[in-house]
């Protein structure tokens, strides 16, 4: 079975730090690109970052980008996202996904899920 798990979120104040993980198990994601989407209640899921399968193209959204790092390690099979000067509006749930395509931007593009890891930023 083919499962992402996210860790790593929780409630910190705003200029704080974290780093969320994907930890993805059933199968290599080796050849897949992996994305990070959050959403906050009353909105649309939305796109935060991107790698792709080789690691070397990152894609950000503008509202993160500067303080949002993606990064993965491939022997732990692990996606993460390093968040710094966190914001009250990065108050959301974070979902990580995998996608056998390119780089993408749309929540439609990935095939594989996580549950989400709720990550609430204090002003």
């Known amino acids: 079975q083919v499962q992402l798990v996210e860790s790593g979120g929780g409630l910190v104040q705003a200029g704080d730090s974290l780093r969320l993980s994907c930890a993805a198990s059933?199968?290599?994601?080796?050849?897949?690109?992996r994305g990070w989407f959050r959403q906050a209640p009353g909105k649309e899921r939305e796109f935060v970052a991107a790698?792709?399968?080789?690691?070397?193209?990152?894609s950000y959204a503008d509202s993160v980008k500067g303080r949002f790092t993606v990064s993965r390690d491939y022997a732990k099979n692990t996606v993460y996202l390093q968040m710094n000067s966190l914001k009250p509006e990065d108050t959301a749930v974070y979902y990580c996904?995998?996608?056998?395509?390119?780089?993408?931007?749309?929540?439609?593009?990935?095939?594989?899920w996580g549950q989400g890891t709720q990550v609430t930023v204090s002003s």
């Open positions: 059933g199968r290599t994601f080796s050849s897949y690109a």
């Open positions: 996904a995998a996608s056998p395509l390119r780089v993408g931007l749309s929540p439609s593009e990935y095939r594989y």
């Open positions: 790698i792709s399968w080789s690691g070397d193209e990152t």
